[in-house]
């Protein structure tokens, strides 16, 4: 289904934030028969909704609403596991989201990007590598501009929620898979239904699929696909170089180092190789341009709230990875600063997260594990009994920065990698972000002063 296939029919938009006010726009464009607004949250409509183009309607009123519509057009927010896109599914009504109205008519120019890890840094690494190569980009959906509300463009790259994945029915022309293992479970309903939703990405018959041959969940999954592996000695890896330090390399040769790549942890190996592989299958000679490829790298700043280092005063380094709500992208921090005294603050909303793959990975690990509300306890509890593991718990954030001042040893680590969302306790993660990074600040040994004279 295109936009311009709403013209003159009756339309819902399920959905006030972004998404929702970008699809209000696009749509209204079209000239739809009627097109009116819905929300379902428990809040109170937000005030400055513009009802110009779109009635607002919330409780029944609004599921009558979307019940009527001859298409619903779903925002991401709203998970498929809702009761009421179960009724509506039931009853026959056609369900959209914005991503897949906008794919219809721009796949051929698209580079998709999705993973449950990975998908941020690589989207903007792709799209940062080819603006630095001379290759002009729009770069949005789940990460920035919503897709209805992105410029006309060449090229397009996205990184795709798998929310925004699963409405999709077409594929963008290069479909690019960075990892795979459970999350939003209670949003999706069960492991395979993510995995269905995160996959329906490459169902529609891209040109290129690209993925992270190191990743197993993709590996099995992808066997019977026409598939493009990075990470791999066949393709684009990190392996001992000329020098003996780790090189970047397209099969047996030897690209760059990789201290190139001003970002921590194998698994941003792994993201610039999967980078590298999108970059060749739109025609950059990365061996030939080598050179420039590597200069580009080496101007990547890496994004806010992953794995981002705060200066501190006292010799431990603080290490902000508010973003990480699964215990394995918190696996992939903590295993970025392997080798270096570690404290990992954990714990935040409890979706009813497994953490044994957390305990097993710790298994053979000497650290110490801090927790806080809500799933910190728990979290501990799964870690409890490892020999090299050395557990606290703290009411808060801010309390559990200053236990990690006083757990953590000189020249040390201290990395908030919660391991699970924000909600409950923070608007969201941005603002656990500042709520660390002020209590890193306040907790800041205060220098001597220097003798007068």
């Known amino acids: 289904m295109r936009l311009a296939d709403l013209r003159g029919r009756t339309v819902a938009v399920w959905g006030t934030g972004r998404e929702g006010r970008a699809a209000v726009t696009a749509i209204t464009a079209q000239s739809p028969a009627t097109l009116v607004a819905v929300d379902d949250s428990a809040t109170a409509a937000p005030a400055d909704w513009d009802s110009g183009s779109a009635p607002l309607f919330t409780g029944e009123d609004g599921f009558a609403r979307l019940a009527a ?32 109205l906008w794919m219809a008519d721009h796949a051929a120019r698209t580079v998709g990007v999705t993973g449950s890890k990975g998908k941020s840094t690589t989207s903007s690494l792709i799209s940062h590598l080819l603006t630095a190569l001379g290759r002009r980009n729009a770069f949005g959906g789940n990460i920035g501009v919503p897709l209805l509300a992105m410029p006309e463009a060449d090229l397009y790259v996205l990184e795709l929620s798998s929310y925004q994945c699963s409405d999709l029915t077409d594929s963008p022309r290069t479909a690019v898979l960075t990892s795979l293992f459970p999350e939003h479970l209670d949003s999706h309903g069960s492991e395979e239904r993510y995995y269905s939703d995160k996959l329906n990405i490459i169902a529609h018959g891209p040109e290129t699929i690209i993925y992270n041959g190191t990743d197993p969940r993709l590996t099995r999954r992808l066997l019977n696909e026409e598939a493009t592996a990075a990470g791999l000695p066949d393709g684009y890896h990190v392996a001992p170089g000329p020098d003996g330090r780790p090189y970047l390399h397209r099969r047996a040769e030897p690209l760059f180092a990789r201290a190139v790549l001003p970002l921590a942890g194998r698994h941003n190996e792994s993201n610039l190789c999967v980078a590298l592989a999108v970059l060749e299958a739109l025609g950059v000679d990365c061996v030939a341009d080598r050179d420039a490829v590597a200069d580009a790298v080496a101007g990547f700043a890496g994004l806010p709230h992953r794995l981002a280092e705060i200066a501190d005063p006292s010799g431990l380094t603080f290490v902000d990875d508010s973003i990480s709500t699964s215990p394995y ?12 005294p570690l404290t990992v603050i954990v714990g935040g909303t409890d979706r009813g997260l497994d953490y044994t793959p957390l305990r097993e990975h710790l298994a053979e690990c000497k650290l110490t594990v801090i927790g806080v509300p809500d799933s910190g306890p728990r979290i501990l509890d799964t870690l409890a009994g490892l020999p090299g593991v050395r557990t ?35 608007r969201n993660f941005e603002h656990r972000s500042e709520v660390f990074a002020a209590a890193v600040c306040d907790t800041a040994p205060v220098p001597a002063p220097h003798p007068a004279g």
């Open 69 to 100: 519509a001859d298409v619903v057009v779903r925002s991401p927010g709203v998970p498929q596991t809702h009761p009421w896109v179960i009724e509506l599914r039931r009853r026959g009504v056609p369900i959209t989201g914005g991503t897949a």
């Open 329 to 340: 992208s918190a696996m992939h921090a903590i295993d970025a600063y392997a080798g270096r």
């Open 392 to 426: 606290a718990r703290a009411d808060d954030l801010p309390t559990a920065v200053a236990l990690a001042r006083e757990l953590t040893p000189d020249g040390g680590v201290v990395l908030l990698s919660p391991a699970a969302p924000s909600y409950g306790h923070f």
